[in-house]
């Protein structure tokens, strides 16, 4: 088959990695890609939310399956957009459809949504400009801190947890008033604060069935011991210690099966990936958020633990056989820690060259030539001439895998401690819960 996967992460690098050992896959092609994909295939420069631009490159390559990465064109209908396409219809495409997606793209869809099928989550209401000065009395009832939400997608940006009323009225009134995440946040969501702690599930469904994938845990901040500001993922692991069999019983039982119930009860075609992004409130799991693709940096965990071949999966998923499937998980524990640019979050440098020092270093590629327990996945970087250089925040996410999380974590760091380029910068502690 021939393969094309939209988007340019650590996560389309990890898919390439993983897709590229399946016998059912004899090209790659990555929309746009990175240095790290161009190594697995053909990296092709196009927005990938520009649907013709992508049916251009399905066409002339003969494309069998498009694996979508990041949530953009599913929230704008990429899969609409295939199906309804006489010359596309028949392309595997990972889903869900426009309605599926707005579990992700509309904050506001997604609480109902929960509502209605019961599925724990912090209780809320929502508020646009109609209802805009019984939002300032609902929030000065709220107990402290209160959340509040843009309905829709607001480039990780628009959850803010407010310790007081000062700030959580003039954020509303900035979201809904001031439009500050512009159409994103014309809708806010306001729910109760939930204190726990936080973990990732992933299934793939094709509608009916799923399969369950690997869980994982993210680490959002900037700084080492949680602090700073918020970035889209600095590290991640998997297993999560404290996800049990007893624990996800749960979430299965209370989550996972009601919302694909709850899918099919809506009538939403859902063929993809579904991210549970979850938090453990007194031993009970909780949704936070879902998302309709795979996470970043998680991916570059998950995928090293599955043994299957994941086209396979996705080739079971269109045919809606996933109920055949068996999942296997290696047992090892597996780390990706993130090197980014200086300053990210906020302003960094791009075009800086790259030094990967680890390729002259023997005892070092042999744990990621042999593949004995070491991958790096590229993110923000690209070819310029016959130099890699950074091209994002986040440049690289390098996993590890060993029997101790430690010695994993170990490993990921001897490597990154082989990467340079200017400003780099890593967390030293990612996994430091569960670590002695
Ligand atoms: P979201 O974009 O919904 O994932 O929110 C981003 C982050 O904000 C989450 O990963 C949580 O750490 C935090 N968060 C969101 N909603 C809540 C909540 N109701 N209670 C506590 N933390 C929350």
Same mark, same amino acid.
């Given at each position: ?34 240095? !790290? ?7 092709? $420069? #196009?927005?990938?939310?520009? *649907? ?29 957009? *295939? ?21 992700e ?5 997604a609480?109902? *949504? ?7 989550t ?5 508020? &646009? ?9 609902? #929030? ?17 940006? !628009?959850v803010? #947890? ?10 509303? $009134? ?24 936080e973990l990732s599930v992933f ?15 993210d680490?959002k ?15 991640? #692991? +998997? ?17 996972? @099966?009601?919302?694909?119930? !709850? ?11 579904i991210f549970f992004g979850l938090i453990?409130?007194? $031993?009970?799991?909780m949704v936070i958020e879902y998302n309709?693709?795979?996470g970043?940096?998680e ?9 299957? &071949? ?13 109920? $055949? ?15 980014? +640019? ?20 023997? @005892? ?20 310029? !001439? ?39 910068? *890593? ?10």
């Amino acid at each position: 088959m021939k393969i094309l996967i939209l988007g340019s992460g650590g996560r389309e690098h990890a898919f390439c990695w993983k897709i590229s050992q399946s016998s059912l896959c004899s090209k790659l092609f990555i929309a746009p890609g990175n240095a !790290g994909t161009a190594a697995f295939g053909q990296n092709i $420069e #196009i927005d990938i939310n520009d *649907f013709l631009a992508v049916k251009a490159i399905c066409i002339s390559n003969q494309i069998d399956m498009v694996v979508v990465g990041p949530e953009e064109p599913l929230v704008k209908g990429i899969y609409d957009f *295939f199906k309804n396409d006489y010359d596309l219809k028949d392309i595997i495409i990972t889903g869900p459809s426009k309605s599926g997606a707005q579990l992700e793209g509309s904050k506001a869809f997604a609480k109902s *949504f929960m509502e209605k099928y019961y599925i724990p989550t912090a209780r809320y209401k929502e508020f &646009d400009a109609s209802n805009f000065n019984e939002g300032l009395q609902y #929030i000065q009832n709220h107990p402290l801190p209160i959340v509040l939400k843009a309905d829709g997608l607001a480039a990780g940006k !628009g959850v803010i #947890i407010c310790q007081n009323y000062v700030e959580a009225l003039s954020e509303f $009134e900035l979201m809904i008033q001031q439009s500050k995440f512009g159409d994103a946040g014309k809708k806010v969501v306001v729910e109760e604060f939930l204190d726990g702690i936080e973990l990732s599930v992933f299934v793939l469904t094709d509608g009916k069935n799923y399969v369950l994938l690997p869980e994982a845990k993210d680490y959002k901040k900037i700084c080492e011991g949680d602090k700073g500001l918020n970035t889209g993922g600095m590290g991640a #692991i +998997s297993p999560v210690p404290f996800a049990t069999d007893h624990f996800m019983k749960k979430v299965t039982e209370k989550i996972i @099966e009601p919302t694909i119930e !709850g899918l099919q009860k809506e009538e939403i075609d859902y063929k993809g990936f579904i991210f549970f992004g979850l938090i453990k409130v007194d $031993e009970e799991p909780m949704v936070i958020e879902y998302n309709c693709r795979m996470g970043d940096p998680e991916t570059e965990v998950v995928l090293i633990r599955l043994e299957n &071949d994941l086209v396979e999966l996705l080739v079971a998923m269109d045919q809606e056989k996933l109920d $055949e499937q068996e999942i296997k998980i290696e047992k090892n524990n597996a780390v990706t820690i993130v090197a980014v +640019s200086g300053g990210y979050p906020e302003e960094y440098k791009k075009g800086l060259p790259v030094n990967l020092l680890y390729l002259e270093n023997p @005892e070092a590629r042999k744990h990621i030539d042999n593949g004995e327990g070491a991958i790096v996945f590229h993110a923000g970087t690209k070819i310029l !001439g016959d130099q890699i250089v950074t091209n994002g925040g986040r440049v690289f996410a390098v996993s590890a895998m060993a029997e101790g999380l430690g010695d994993a974590i170990e490993l990921s760091k001897t490597i990154l401690e082989q990467i340079y380029f200017d400003g780099i910068y *890593f967390r030293g502690d990612i996994g430091y819960e569960f670590v002695d």
